[in-house]
T-cell receptor, first 115, second 112 residues
Framework: DVKVTQSSRYLVKRTGEKVFLECVQDMDHENMFWYRQDPGLGLRLIYFSYDVKMKEKGDIPEGYSVSREKKERFSLILESASTNQTSMYLC??????????????FGQGTRLTVV | GEDVEQSLFLSVREGDSSVINCTYTDSSSTYLYWYKQEPGAGLQLLTYIFSNMDMKQDQRLTVLLNKKDKHLSLRIADTQTGDSAIYFCAESSTGGYNKLIFGAGTRLAVHP
């Protein structure tokens, strides 16, 4: 069974802290993504990676960075957390290819609260 | 740019059919998807349709695609309380990175 695992379900951090959100997939997928989900706004893409050590900015990269040192792991970093980064963060992965391989598989989400 | 729009809320009676609608702007979209998110959970792929198809049926789910109007719908027959969730429409275009563009999500409430 395919699996995308996010390291935490819930996190509470203080303003100004450096925050790491970790995501691991076991499907040998090339592509990995970080989204944030806010009510009424749907999912917005923060960053994505199509290969080890490669990254591309999504629609809302400001205040975030990412790291992909290994194919199975994609980390989202909040350099200095702020209250407007309180949100649900979702990691996803997909393979490059035709047909159903374009499907993205999602982790269970990390609800981050910055106080 | 690319945009996906859907209504935010739908309420139906148990046993009725639900129809969730979505419009998109990217005419190069190859695949269109419906994802389901139950409370407190991540997104689960429900179904998808390739852009050269008009309809796809999968048990209680029927997806209709009108390419001319860039309109996608998801019909759930015999809606049950377990279908209560947020449903996201998403599109992806050709290219290797499968960048998905999501709508805001439609919250489906099923009442007795």
């Amino acid at each position: 069974d395919v699996k995308v695992t996010q390291s935490s379900r819930y996190l509470v951090k203080r303003t100004g802290e450096k925050v790491f959100l970790e995501c691991v997939q076991d499907m040998d997928h090339e592509n990995m993504f970080w989204y944030r989900q806010d009510p009424g706004l749907g999912l917005r893409l923060i960053y994505f990676s199509y290969d080890v050590k490669m990254k591309e900015k999504g629609d809302i990269p400001e205040g975030y960075s990412v790291s992909r040192e290994k194919k199975e792991r994609f980390s989202l970093i909040l350099e200095s957390a702020s209250t407007n980064q309180t949100s649900m963060y979702l990691c996803a992965s997909s393979s490059i290819g035709r047909d159903i391989q374009y499907k993205a598989f999602f982790g269970q989400g990390t609800r981050l609260t910055v106080v | 740019g690319e945009d996906v729009e859907q209504s935010l809320f739908l309420s139906v009676r148990e046993g009725d059919s639900s129809v969730i609608n979505c419009t998109y702007t990217d005419s190069s979209s190859t695949y269109l998807y419906w994802y389901k998110q139950e409370p407190g959970a991540g997104l689960q792929l429900l179904t998808y349709i390739f852009s050269n198809m008009d309809m796809k049926q999968d048990q209680r789910l029927t997806v209709l695609l009108n390419k001319k109007d860039k309109h996608l719908s998801l019909r759930i027959a015999d809606t049950q309380t377990g279908d209560s969730a947020i449903y996201f429409c998403a599109e992806s275009s050709t290219g290797g990175y499968n960048k998905l563009i999501f709508g805001a999500g439609t919250r489906l409430a099923v009442h007795p």
